[in-house]
């Protein structure tokens, strides 16, 4: 059984960076695409960040480019996304995603494109 698990989030400044984490089990690593979603109070859930089952490609939201970075331990099976840069508007529940796929080379970037899902870590980012 495919079980995610997030950890990592907390209450920062404007400004600061955090690093949040997802741990897969039940799934051997580099045969899934992992992506990252969030979900504001109020909104809908957004596509965050990407990365392919290889590692080798990687895709961001506009709205995250250039601050956030996701990567991955193969050790350890876990994804992780760097947030740095933080503004107000990143507050928001956390989601990591799990899509199995014999493709190397593909990213997705639709929530209704993934299969499994973590439970959410809360990052808070006070102005």
């Known amino acids: 059984q495919v079980q995610l698990a997030e950890s990592g989030g907390g209450l920062v400044q404007a400004g600061d960076s955090l690093k949040v984490s997802c741990a897969a089990s039940?799934?051997?690593?580099?045969?899934?695409?992992t992506g990252w979603f969030r979900q504001a109070p109020g909104k809908e859930r957004e596509f965050v960040a990407v990365i392919s089952r290889s590692g080798g490609i990687t895709n961001y939201a506009s709205t995250v480019k250039g601050r956030f970075t996701i990567s991955t331990d193969n050790a350890k099976n876990t994804v992780y996304l760097q947030m740095n840069s933080l503004k107000p508007e990143d507050t928001a529940v956390y989601y990591c995603?799990?899509?199995?796929?014999?493709?190397?080379?593909?990213?997705?970037?639709?929530?209704?494109?993934?299969?499994?899902w973590g439970q959410g870590t809360q990052v808070t980012v006070s102005s």
């Open positions: 039940g799934v051997t690593f580099r045969t899934y695409v």
């Open positions: 995603a799990l899509r199995i796929t014999t493709l190397s080379s593909v990213v997705f970037t639709k929530s209704t494109e993934y299969s499994y």
